[in-house]
Structure formats: C-alpha cells, structure tokens
C-alpha cells in the first residue's frame, strides 16, 4: 500500500463549480498534514496545512480525519486560475514530505 | 519566489555519465532537502542535509550522494546514469530548529530537469 493515496482524476469542471480532493494515508502516527499546489512544470508551493479541527483559507476548505487517516480538500467558486495538480502531502519521521501523485484540477470557462 | 535557486535549468546527458546538480537555500534556512518528480508522479524523496551531514534518506541507491557546504548550499551527484533517472529534481530549503522534531516549512526551487538518453 501506498504511504499517501489520492483520487486519480483528471477533475474537469467549469468555472464556480465545487470540487472535493480526498486523500488516504497509511502511518497512524504521521502527525503533520499539507497540501500542497503544483502548475505544469513548475514547483509544488504549499497551498495550505491541515489542522485536526479543519481550517479555511478564503474558498478552501481542509479537513483531516485521524480515525480514518483520511484528508480532503474543497474548493468552492472555482476560477481558471485554480487549475493545477493538487499535491497531499504527509510529513514523514525523518522531516522529509511524503507526496501524494497529484490530481490534476482543469477549470474551464 | 522562494529564494531557492537550482542550476542548471535543463540537461541531457547520455547512459553511464555522472551528474552533478546545484541547490542555494534560501538565506538563514540551514537544511537542505532533495526529491525526485518522476512524470505524472509526486515528488519522491531522495535525502536531506542538516549542518553539512546526511541526516535521512529515501529509498534511492548508493549512486545518489549529495554534500551540503558550510553555506548550507547544496550539490546531488548522480553516477551511472540510467534511463529511468530522467526527472525533475527538486531542492527544499528550510530551517530546523534544535528540537528533535521542530522541522518547519519547506520550500521548493524551480527544479532541474534532467533527460537521460
């Protein structure tokens, strides 16, 4: 199994449509979460992290269930300029980041 | 921008060569991280650098090495070069603090490309 899971996409919707990103992890004891935005051939940026209470910056919306080992991210009113791959990122015991393979968001007109 | 910068942008190089690819932390930033992107795929990680020592590695063969300089800048060298050793090659600065676990945040650089013919 694999450390971080993803949906697999492509997510192909129009402009002010909401969409749902979820994610699995398999360390019960990984204890920081992110998510991270990456364009087409640039670098990943960290988008937001995610907090046990769930937290919101402006249209996003991260949520993480421990239980479940489980995150998902939603964006609501999306815009052109949300299109992009969708990293979930797990942070590993040596510091390093453990990523997810993506999902692709294209919004269209 | 992150302040993190790699060079070079872009190389081709052939079966069997040697690589060698360059990463400046951003300023004040003392540890120095290294993934691996295959196409389509997330970032894998390949080692990071804490005060000029190897302090993680993933699970990538004896033929990636790396140094970090008391600059805290960074090189990865690749040997033996193979086919499927064509990716983009991410630098992460960041800056540890002097607890066991205080990592803080991550950040990228532009990346190298790398094409193994």
């Known amino acids: 199994r694999k450390e971080v899971e993803q949906d697999p996409g492509p997510f192909n919707v129009p402009e002010g449509a909401t969409v749902a990103f979820n994610c699995t992890y398999s360390?019960?004891?990984?204890?920081?979460f992110f998510w991270y935005r990456q364009d087409c051939r640039k670098e990943p940026k960290l988008l937001m992290s995610?907090?046990?209470s769930g937290n919101e910056d402006g249209r996003f919306t991260a949520q993480l269930n421990r239980a479940s080992q489980y995150i998902s991210l939603l964006i609501r009113d999306s815009k052109l300029s949300d299109s992009a791959t969708y990293l979930c990122?797990?942070?590993?015991?040596?510091?390093?980041?453990?990523f997810g393979k993506g999902t692709k968001l294209s919004v269209k007109p | 921008e992150t302040g993190v910068t790699q060079s070079p942008t872009h190389l081709i190089k052939t079966r069997g060569q040697q690589v060698t690819l360059r990463c400046s932390s951003q300023?004040?930033?003392?540890?120095v991280s290294w993934y691996q992107q295959a196409l389509g795929q997330g970032p894998q990680f390949i080692f990071q650098?804490?005060?000029?020592?190897?302090?993680g590695r993933g699970n990538f063969p004896p033929r990636f090495s790396g140094l970090q300089f008391p600059n805290y800048s960074s090189e990865l060298n690749v040997n033996a070069l193979e086919l499927d050793d064509s990716a983009l090659y991410l630098c992460?600065?960041?800056?540890?603090?002097?607890?066991?676990?205080?990592?803080?945040?991550?950040?990228f650089g532009p990346g190298t490309r790398l094409t193994v013919l």
């Open positions: 990122v797990v942070k590993g015991s040596q510091g390093n980041l453990i």
């Open positions: 995610v907090y046990s």
């Open positions: 360390n019960s004891a990984s204890q920081s």
């Open positions: 992460a600065s960041s800056l540890r603090g002097t607890g066991k676990n205080s990592y803080n945040e991550q950040f």
């Open positions: 300023s004040g930033h003392n540890t």
């Open positions: 650098y804490y005060r000029e020592e190897e302090n």
